[in-house]
């Protein structure tokens, strides 16, 4: 068995962040993903972005937990030290457990953000990292925009806004489970074929993801750490 906690969108909500992180540790999970945005368009006054990011990312490798991480569309920035702390899914995939994380990060909006790559990029970079499990006996994909058409890309106007690259790649690899993020009214668990959606919501208001997956079955629920 083992227990993923899925977690996502804390647009630079530091003091929040740590008092969720507090609660994190006393839960009994095997493997951490963070789905993006750990940053957002502005920092506080007086840190940066980057010292933003790294401070959360040091205070995650802190719990001793597997710890993986796709940029959302406000991470452009710390790129590198995803990739420094060797713990970025964008575009490649770790195996933990005969389970395969791959994934691929960012996502395309209206207003210009830094990292918006187009259906192309997602389809080639989500393909780079399943390669690289394939041969996991479970697969689990992680990306910040969510598969379109689906409960979890739906905003409330009613528009979907996911990506039809990631809904394509799930219907033709059919991963375990998918993991995303980005449209936060959208969180929740949704299905596609065989493979179990989670949209965790937005971190830094407490809401995350738990997934168990055991014996080839999975247990997806949405929760809020304000409640735990």
């Known amino acids: 068995m083992v227990r993923i906690l899925a977690i996502s969108d804390l647009h630079n909500d530091l003091e929040n962040v740590l008092r969720f992180l507090d609660i994190i540790r006393k839960l009994t999970v095997d493997v951490i993903v963070c789905a993006g945005d750990i940053l957002d368009a502005s920092s506080p006054k007086g840190i940066s972005n980057r010292e933003i990011g790294l401070l959360f990312i040091e205070e995650m490798l802190l719990l001793n937990k597997p710890f993986f991480v ?12 995803l990739e420094e702390k060797k713990v970025s899914l964008h575009g490649k995939g770790k195996i933990i457990n005969n389970i395969g994380f791959y994934g691929y990060g960012g996502a395309k909006t209206p207003f210009n953000t830094p990292l918006e790559p187009d259906e192309g990029e997602i389809k080639i970079g989500l393909y780079k990292g399943f390669i690289s499990v394939k041969d996991a006996k479970y697969k689990v994909q992680v990306t910040h925009i969510p598969p379109l058409n689906t409960s979890c890309d739906l905003i409330f106007s009613g528009l979907h806004v996911g990506s039809k690259s990631v809904r394509e790649f799930i219907e033709e690899y059919q ?12 969180r929740g668990i949704d299905y596609l074929k ?7 919501g937005r971190f830094a208001e407490g809401y995350v993801g738990l997934i168990e997956i055991k014996d080839d079955k999975v247990k997806p629920e949405i929760i809020n750490l304000n409640f735990v």
């Open 70 to 81: 796709v940029p959302g569309n406000f991470d452009k920035d710390i790129l590198d030290i």
């Open 175 to 186: 991963p375990t489970l998918a993991i995303c993020a980005h449209v936060q009214e959208g």
């Open 194 to 200: 065989n493979t179990v959606i989670v949209n965790c």
